[in-house]
């Protein structure tokens, strides 16, 4: 019995130690904030990040975390950490044409989509559900 428990120990340290896992785990970045999608200001989520919980009719009212300028037509990738649906709206108040991010979705490119218009710089406004 205490060979099982001493080997299982090892096995956790072993994982907890390996090359990348804590890379991943210290790097908030790389995951969005648990039931958020987050926008980054530039491709391949690099740049300011700006987390949200709920909808937003107007993201000219947010700022990037280490910029601090408006999120308004500012977003290049994005993380969807939701089980619901995140609508990008390219007007104010939900209008304009939309963007759909599936749950627990990811796109590292907002340029690199199908949809008239690219919603790179262009998102003006989120609804989540």
Same mark, same amino acid.
């Given at each position: 019995?205490?060979?099982v428990?001493?080997g299982?120990?090892?096995?956790?340290? =072993? @994982?907890?130690?390996?090359p990348?896992?804590? =890379?991943?785990? +210290?790097d908030s970045?790389?995951s969005? =904030? /648990?039931?958020?999608?987050c926008? #980054?200001e530039h491709?391949? #989520?690099k740049g300011g990040?700006a987390? *949200? &919980?709920k909808?937003?009719s107007?993201?000219?009212n947010?700022?990037?975390s280490?910029?601090? %300028?408006? @999120?308004?037509?500012?977003?290049?990738?994005?993380?969807?950490?939701?089980? #619901? %649906?995140?609508?990008?709206?390219?007007?104010? *108040?939900?209008?304009?044409t &939309?963007?759909? =991010?599936q749950p627990?979705? #990811?796109d /590292?490119?907002l340029?690199?989509n199908s949809?008239?218009p &690219?919603?790179?710089?262009? +998102?003006? &406004?989120?609804k989540?559900?």
């Amino acid at each position: 019995m205490k060979k099982v428990v001493i080997g299982s120990l090892l096995a956790a340290v =072993a @994982v907890v130690g390996a090359p990348g896992v804590a =890379a991943v785990q +210290a790097d908030s970045r790389t995951s969005s =904030a /648990a039931g958020s999608i987050c926008l #980054y200001e530039h491709d391949n #989520y690099k740049g300011g990040r700006a987390c *949200f &919980s709920k909808s937003d009719s107007n993201l000219a009212n947010n700022r990037w975390s280490s910029t601090y %300028r408006s @999120v308004y037509n500012g977003a290049s990738s994005m993380r969807n950490n939701t089980g #619901y %649906r995140v609508h990008l709206w390219s007007g104010r *108040f939900y209008s304009g044409t &939309s963007y759909t =991010a599936q749950p627990y979705s #990811y796109d /590292a490119d907002l340029t690199k989509n199908s949809g008239n218009p &690219s919603f790179d710089n262009n +998102a003006e &406004s989120l609804k989540i559900g």
